[in-house]
């Protein structure tokens, strides 16, 4: 992968960020540490899932050796694997066993985001999968100690989900194109 690719990568993560995440505050906490600058996007340009483990155990490192106030979380992005979302998936598993074996259960979570995310007993098609679809297969790697931290002061923090698939449901189509134009790349093309 090129330096212009993994730029171009990286661009359309931030914009993706700061327009969905942020701008239909789905995560109410993501704001704060955008806004410092606290939080990495790692563009992995590995084409197996071996060296992609290992990528993830490198970030993981990263964030061990480093104070939550210079990086409070890692999103990594894999565009060059994981087209489909049920390889993605299923790869989720190994990523919390790498949790598991290194003794992070409890330190980090990983939260899930993929072009096709779906949602287990949704359609593909249903505006709820929305709150989880960017633009490349992302593993973002939070720590729980800053979650806990802010769910101290957030009020119904388990209403968070409902008003989320509340507020993609309410965006219009052409809101929809705006906000997700990865989506219809390949309609277009």
Not at 31 to 57: C, G, M
Not at 173 to 179: G, I, R, S, T, W
Request: contains cysteine.
């Amino acid at each position: 992968m090129s330096d212009i690719a993994k730029s171009d990568v990286i661009q359309q993560v931030q914009q993706w960020l700061e327009d969905v995440v942020i701008g239909l505050n789905l995560c109410p906490f993501a704001a704060k540490p955008n806004r410092n600058k606290q939080i990495k996007i790692h563009v992995s340009d590995t084409d197996t899932e071996a060296d992609l483990l290992e990528d993830i155990y490198q970030q993981i490192t990263t964030l061990d050796n480093t104070p939550s106030d210079v990086l409070d979380t890692t999103l990594i992005v894999t565009p060059s694997l994981f087209s489909e979302f049920e390889n993605y998936n299923q790869f989720l598993d190994l990523v919390d066993a790498l949790l598991h074996q290194l003794g992070k259960e409890g330190t980090y979570q990983v939260a899930s985001f993929h072009p096709n995310y779906c949602f287990y007993g949704t359609h593909p098609d249903d505006a709820e999968n929305l709150t989880n679809r960017s633009p490349f297969p992302i593993f973002h790697l939070i720590r729980e100690a800053s979650v806990e931290k802010v769910l101290k002061h957030y009020p119904d923090p388990e209403g968070i989900p409902e008003r989320n698939i509340a507020c993609v449901e309410g965006l219009s189509k052409a809101q929809v194109k705006e906000l997700f134009p990865f989506l219809f790349k390949s309609l277009s093309s």
